[in-house]
Each structure stands twice: as structure tokens, then as C-alpha cells.
């Protein structure tokens, strides 16, 4: 190190200058750096669509806290990422009670069916990340699954089909309705 | 009812209703203009203490009552958390107002944050709520361009921030001391109370949590008088001292087996089957109505003979249900099987426990199993006890746990065993002949373990 090159070891920083400023424009919101944990792994999130190890250790150091006081906060949400990053589009479809009473969980097991792939997982073209939602307060609109930040409402198994097709998404099975 | 108008939805339908514009137009922010030139905080406490206001957020406390344990001559800061994380299954009122109305919203955190003496303002907004997160923010903006935020407010010396705090999809967020906790950017456990949020909130210091629809409530009382805002809803009890009444405007969720599920507003006290017939144009496809949750999902059943409770603040408690809880009432037909209910809730809430306390924790994953394991056949009679066991045993009533979740995952438990037993006792007997009367401890791969 003291020759001024970097080891071997040293993993590539993956906070961009970009999303650095952006977290320190949360710094004067609260009186303590911690308070900022949050907003900063939305922000990382935002951006690379997970939150790797290596950004808890830099969003640690920004936030002049032990990596392991940063990590503790984002196990306990089960939103965040560390294992490989969502596909391109994030979908939740609820399955809590209003929704699951008009079709919710038919709904999520078609597209699990036509994806070929179970709730929490992406599709293998990195296209869609399609989860389980517990209630997204919409409940007037029941089924529903809110997709990035649009609410796809009242969804019957033909509109997921059309919502699959607009993404263009590999699809593994045919649906019913298509044969 | 009939000559009820709307007042929290007043504006919500009109055109651009989100913008200052039309909300100026409509009359809005007359009210903070009034309060910050005639009335001092004290003053305005008052008010919303004689108003009867009570929270909208599931609890029910009253809101000037809340306000006043603030201590006196804090050197400050004082915080003003508005709850935002609208997450009980069945429940949206808060985010129709925040996307269709933010201003009237806003208008109430200021008014209530100039009465608590708060700085500074976090609206904690759940995640699943872009199009509030952009409607909020931009209404914040327009409140600090026309300088009702910011510094010195319309030269009343009145200074106010607000910033939104994103949660990130966890339920127990919505629980005050949770959402402080997670402001702090920390793993959102409960605090154990006392200390209360009033003497040492979020960073330490006096904080008020308030949900989004007692704030637009605030706006009003502030603009029309606490009379008028008691001339509606349900008087206290005059023969029960602890009665504090249910009065004002309610805004009530509908969803679920109803011809036209949405939010409508009514004075508080209307009935599940008012609500049913009058707003929701009945239930669906010519079917009755086998049960409803009468507050959301936490609050517990209401049988189809239990439809003409009132939905206030003290009637749900007589025909065993927690409470009015968010108002949100969710409608099933004749068609639904109550171990489906029971499966839905009891999932949700293993889910959502944020597992500090072993009770709550232990008891709803347990329960799912349990639930689980019944609706795949494998029930037996004596699970229902266990199961009622489990019910009597969690949560802040029994006074085993540190937050009102646990209490939330027993209701539909003890309700529906209760309300329903024969029907969940026909099903065992029906779904396990040979197994049903076994009362011998269960294998463990009987259990599924993932949900
Ligand atoms: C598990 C749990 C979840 C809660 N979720 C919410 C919520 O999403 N929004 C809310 O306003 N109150 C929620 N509450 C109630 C809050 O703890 C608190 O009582 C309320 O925000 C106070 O505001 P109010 O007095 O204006 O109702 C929840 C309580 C519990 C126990
Ligand atoms: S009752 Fe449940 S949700 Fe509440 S603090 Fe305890 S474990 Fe967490
Ligand atoms: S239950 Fe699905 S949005 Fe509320």
C-alpha cells in the first residue's frame, strides 16, 4: 500500500460520486448520521437495484458507523438485496386478505406458473423480479400488484399475461387463455 | 345520513385537487393563516381537546390528551412524526388523502406541529406509495414557496421543516415506537413503555406520532370549531366515565365481496351493514355476507347477526372484536371458508412479527403451522384449543408482549374459533376422519415450514 498502489484485495468501490452526494443531501434532515441508513440504502438501491456487501461497508464509512450497525438495519428489512441484484422491473402482487378474497394468490401462482419461477426470484433474462406483497393499500382494487411505481389494478390472469407480454419476458409456459 | 356532506373528501374528485392552486381555491390554508395570527399553542391544544378528536390510527387515544403530556419548557427540539406507513391489511384511507388532497394534510401537520411546539416534521410514508411520496413532496414545495414551511411563517416567528422518511415494506413500522426506531435507522423493535414517545421520542426527545387522517381532522377543527366537529358521530356514554366518545367525520374502507369496495366518509357510528348496503351497493353477485372485519385485519370477525354493530369507538368491544381499529372494513360472502381467513391472518402476521418478544414471535409462527397444517387435512380437534391458547396469551392485554401486534395476530384467531368453532370443528372431522380425535404431539414434518 505505501507504494501507493492498490492490493489486490481491495474490492471495487461501488458507490458512485453521484449517489455519495446524494446521501450527504440527507445529512442535514437529522440531527445524527445513523438516522440516515435508510435513505442512503434507498438510494443505493435505487441506483444498482441491490445493496452488495461492499456498499454497506462504504455507505458505513459515510455515515461514520461500524458496517456491521449498517448491516443490522438492512437484514431486518426484507426489501433490500445482497445476494444478486432485481430484474429491471420489481413487481409486488399482494396477497393479503382483500386481494387473496378476489383471486390475489391465483393471480401471483399464474405469473410464478408462466415465469417459471417462485415468488422472491428473478426471471432468467433479468427482466422481472416478482414477489409477494403484504397489503400495498390499495385494497379497493383488489386483485392488485404494483410494478416499479405504477399500481396495476383489479388484475385478472389476461392483464398479467398482457403485463408479462409488455415487458417482453421470457415466458416458459403458455397460458390457458393462448391455447 | 343522507344530509352528511363530505368533508375529508370534499376536494378529492375535483380537478388538479393535489395542487395549492385548487386547494386555495377551495379554501384551504385559511385555517393555519387564523391560527398562527389569533391563537397560541396552548390555545389551539385546547381546542383539539374539546373537539373530542380521537386518533385515526387504530389506537383511538385522544389527540389533545396526547398533545398535553408533551413536557412543559422543553429546551427542544420537539418532533412531530406523522404516520404515514398506512400498512393494515384492508386499509387506504391515508394514502386517498395524501395523493388527492396532500394539502389538507399538510395544513393539519402544520397546524398540529405549531400546537406541539415540534421544528421539525417526518412523515414516515411507506415504500408502496410512489404516487404519494411525488404528491407530498410536491405540495412540501409549494408550502415552502408560498411560506406556510420554512422560516417564520407568514411572520408569525413560527418556524417548520418537513422531511419524508421512506420505509422499506415493514408493517411493525406503523407501530410509533417502531417507526421511531426506524427513523433512527435502526431495525424497527417496539420500545418497551414507559418512556413515552411525549418525553422521549425519536433522537431522545418529546415526539408526537400522528396518523395522516387525525391531522386532516385537525385542519377541520381548526376551520369549522371543535362544536362542530362534536355535533357529529356518537356521544359519550353519560353513564360511563371511561366513554371518551367517538365524534367527527370517519373515513371508512370498503373492499372485499362488495359491489362497489372504496373509501367513503360517514359520521362515526354508521354500522357494518349501512356501510355494507348504503356505500358498497350490497355484497357481490347476489350472495350474503358471511362475516366481516370490522377495522382491519388485527380487529377480529364480525358474524353475519353482528352486521348492525355500530363502527365507533366503543361498539365492536361489546360483540368481542378489538376494536374500530383503521375503520377498514373487509367483506366475505357465504363462498369463503373460515380456515382460509384464518390462514391469510395468521400468515400475515408471522410475517410481519418483528420477532423481539419470544410470545409473539413463537406464537404466530406456530399458529400458521397449526393453521396450516388443519387446512391440509392433518387437523385435530383439540388444535383448535391450542390454537385458542395461543390467542389468549399474546399480545399487550395479557401483557406478554411489548406491542399491540401480537394482540392484532390473536384477535382473528379468538374470534374466529370462538364465532365459528363448529364450522372449523366440521371441517377437521370431515378433512381427517381417521386423525381427528388424536390429541398425541405432532410429528414435525408435518409442519410446513415455508410460507
Ligand atoms: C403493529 C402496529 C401497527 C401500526 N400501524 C400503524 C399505521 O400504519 N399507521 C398509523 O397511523 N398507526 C399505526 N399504528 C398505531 C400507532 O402505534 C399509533 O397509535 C398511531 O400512529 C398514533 O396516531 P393517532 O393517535 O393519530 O392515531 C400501529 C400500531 C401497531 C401496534
Ligand atoms: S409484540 Fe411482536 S411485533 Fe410487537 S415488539 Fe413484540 S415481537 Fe415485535
Ligand atoms: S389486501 Fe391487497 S391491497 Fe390491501
Redesign the pocket.
Known sequence: MSNGKVSQEQPARVLTPEMIDEIRSYFSRYPTRQAVTLPALHVVNRHLRWVPPQAVEEIAQLLELPPAQVQDTLSFYGFFRQDAPCGQVRAWVCRSISCALRGGEELLEHMCRRLGIRPGQTTPDGKLTLEFAECLGACEYAPCMLAGEELHKCMTTEDADRFLESLGVQVVQESASQK | MAEFEPVLLANVGKQESWTRRVYEQNGGYQALRRVLKTMTPQEVVELVKASGL????????P?GV?WSFLPKDHPGPVYFCL??????PGTFN?RILMEHDPHQVLEGTIISAYATGASVVYIYL?YEYPLCLKRLQQAIDECYEAGYLGRDILGSGFSLDVYIHRGAAA??C??????IESIEGKRAW?RIKPPFPAVQGVFGKPTV????E??ACVTHIAARGAEWFKSIGVPADPNNPRDAGSYGPKLYCLSGHVNRPGCYEAPLGITCRELIEHFGQGVWKGRRAKAAIPGGI?MGLLTAQELDTPLDFSSLQKVGCLGLG?AAVVVMDETVRIIDYLYNSCRFFAH?SCGQCTPCREGTAWALRIVDRIRRGRGRLVDLDILLEIGNTIGIIPGTTI???A??AAWPLKNAITKFRQELEDFIRRTNPQGYMQSDPVPLELHTLEH
Open positions: 380521537r386518533g385515526r390510527g387504530g389506537a383511538g387515544f389527540t396526547k404516520n404515514a406507513d398506512e400498512s393494515e391515508n411507506r408493517y411493525i406503523g407501530e410509533e415506537t417502531g417507526l417496539p406520532v400522528n396518523n395522516v387525525t391531522v388485527s383503521t410481519e406491542c399491540g401486534l394482540d392484532g
